[in-house]
């Protein structure tokens, strides 16, 4: 793993959330998207190397908003950098870990991205990603 791509979390609402974290990073986001097979828009800050990915459900049956209603807003995910996705997947397999998804699937900002069960990470949601 490279570095700390992005720290993931979940908001209620871009809306209220953008200019919360603009004031608290004194930072403006600098990228909003869709990305529709997650359910979700997502806003970005960057601070220094490392990214914030605030993320808002576009739907009432997304993971976000169940994650929301079950936790409340907060971290949802850390997304590591890889520079192979596909060997770092493999890797994390022989190791025992658990993959939510067999391939990378495509994520926000020009990322491939494949999360691990965070019942076997210490209840942490890990996120990998690979720049296209």
């Given at each position: 793993?490279?570095?700390?791509?992005?720290i993931?979390?979940?908001?209620?609402?871009?809306?209220?959330?953008?200019?919360?974290?603009?004031?608290?990073?004194?930072t403006?986001?600098?990228?909003?998207?869709?990305?529709?097979?997650?359910?979700?828009?997502?806003?970005?800050?960057?601070?220094?190397?490392?990214?914030?990915?605030?993320?808002?459900?576009?739907?009432?049956?997304?993971?976000?908003?169940?994650?929301?209603?079950?936790?409340?807003?907060?971290?949802?995910?850390?997304?590591?950098?890889?520079?192979?996705?596909?060997?770092?997947?493999?890797?994390?397999?022989?190791?025992?870990?658990?993959?939510?998804?067999?391939?990378?699937?495509?994520?926000?900002?020009n990322?491939?991205?494949?999360?691990?069960?965070?019942?076997?990470?210490?209840?942490?949601?890990?996120?990998?990603?690979?720049?296209?």
């Open positions: 793993m490279l570095k700390v791509e992005h993931g979390i979940a908001v209620k609402s871009l809306t209220d959330s953008v200019p919360l974290f603009a004031k608290l990073l004194n403006e986001c600098y990228k909003t998207e869709e990305v529709t097979g997650e359910k979700v828009n997502t806003a970005f800050f960057r601070q220094g190397e490392t990214k914030i990915e605030l993320l808002e459900s576009t739907s009432e049956d997304g993971v976000i908003a169940k994650f929301v209603e079950k936790k409340g807003e907060g971290i949802h995910h850390i997304a590591f950098e890889v520079a192979d996705i596909e060997a770092e997947m493999k890797r994390l397999q022989a190791e025992g870990f658990v993959l939510l998804n067999e391939q990378p699937k495509q994520g926000a900002d990322k491939l991205v494949c999360f691990l069960h965070p019942k076997h990470t210490n209840g942490v949601l890990i996120e990998l990603c690979m720049e296209r």
